[in-house]
């Protein structure tokens, strides 16, 4: 496809085979506006079952979202403050930074939110990854099921790694955190702990220097974000001190103002 293609004429052209790929939403009428074409993008990647697209489509998908990552704004860790350690915190859109990798607050099945344009981490990930991160997931996940049997879902705080796609990030570490049904305990507390220790293991086997997490449970699996907070630098530094110069930036990445309120608290 040719790169003179201006964002809105890509934008045009994925619509209309998004819709014809989708099937069921062949004869969906396309908005005119730029802000509502987004949206019907967006959806039908949401809603997407991983699979193969045509090379030519899966190219222009990806100047696409590259095109739209430089729209946002990219942001390095040069652009962050290190408060002390090695330790940041930025309050903004993960899918704008340029890091070795990024946590994704990911569901057992590992395949993304199919909401379509649920606000959701995991949703805004695999929106601007594109289609290939919901199919490499899946073929982990496949490989799990063969191995692990049918039934198979990833276990909780047991992170999974895939590439970034059309992120500025390099790689996406994907973690199930605890789920809070009714009240904390020490077997929460600790599967959270072991979120943040296991990512962290996985970055210095594969020689990531940077990530950034995400809060991990504190949204629809309903941990306390103060305590979230608490617990993640605690986990974040004594992991730190025992693998002194293993990373070079660990960013806790928040979106609400209370989460930056409770993570500025944890880091004075």
Known sequence: MDKTMTQDQRLNFLVEAFKADSGDYQNLVTPKDSAGRRRILRSLMNIRMPGTMPENVLRVQDDYLQGRAREKGIVTPDDIPVLHDGLSIWQGDITRLAVDAIVNAANSQMLGCFVPMHTCIDNCIHSFAGIQLRAACNRQMEAFRQQYGPDYEQPTAVPMLTDAYNLPAKKVIHIVGPIVESRLTPALEKAL????????????????????????????????????????????????????????????????????????????
């Not at 702990?193 to 949204?219: H, P, Q, R, W």
């Open 193 to 268: 702990a072991d979120c943040y220790a296991n990512t962290l293991d996985m970055c210095l086997e594969n020689g990531l220097k940077s990530v950034a997490f995400c809060c991990i449970s504190t949204g629809v699996f309903r941990f306390p974000g103060r305590h979230a907070a608490e617990i993640a630098v605690k986990t974040v530094k004594d992991w730190m001190l025992r693998h002194p110069g293993a990373m070079d930036r660990v960013i806790f990445n928040v979106f609400k103002d209370e989460d930056r309120e409770y993570y500025e608290q944890e880091l004075r």
